[in-house]
């Protein structure tokens, strides 16, 4: 037993009138609703899931970072279908004269992470938007 691990992952419940309740830190938002039941309201991380997969963004744009032509990468889970998520992979090159190839990147992600996590699209840009702030 991980005394540190547990008390990190089962909070004190403050829901609850039982003493000692505990309730499981999953990462997970929630709210209650007037009937009583909790309605799941997404995630409170970078964490998706798709096709029963979860998927953690910033495990593929690290992976994607490390290739020589990417200068940065964003990996975002877009859903323009209704039901049908995809990852689309947006990133800036590291020499703007030299872009890479959407089949090389995904060749390259392909030898370090499983199919589910693989981007459907790769779009580069040639800088981040920016707003005033």
């Not at 403050?14 to 709210?31: E, H, I, K, N």
Request: hydrophobic share 35%; glycine share 6%.
């Amino acid at each position: 037993n991980r005394d540190d691990l547990t008390a990190e992952r089962f909070l004190k419940d403050p829901f609850s009138l039982s003493p000692g309740a505990r309730m499981y830190r999953t990462g997970d938002l929630g709210r209650y609703l007037p009937d009583g039941n909790i309605e799941y309201l997404g995630r409170n991380d970078d964490q998706v899931k798709i096709r029963g997969f979860r998927i953690e963004l910033g495990e593929i744009e690290t992976s994607l970072n490390k290739h020589l032509q990417v200068q940065e990468a964003v990996v975002v889970a877009r859903e323009d279908v209704p039901g049908e998520t995809r990852l689309v992979a947006y990133f800036t090159p590291s020499d703007p004269t030299v872009l890479p190839e959407s089949s090389d990147l995904r060749t390259y992600l392909q030898g370090l992470l499983p199919d589910y996590m693989l981007p459907a699209a790769y779009m580069p840009l040639d800088a981040w938007p920016l707003t005033p702030n």
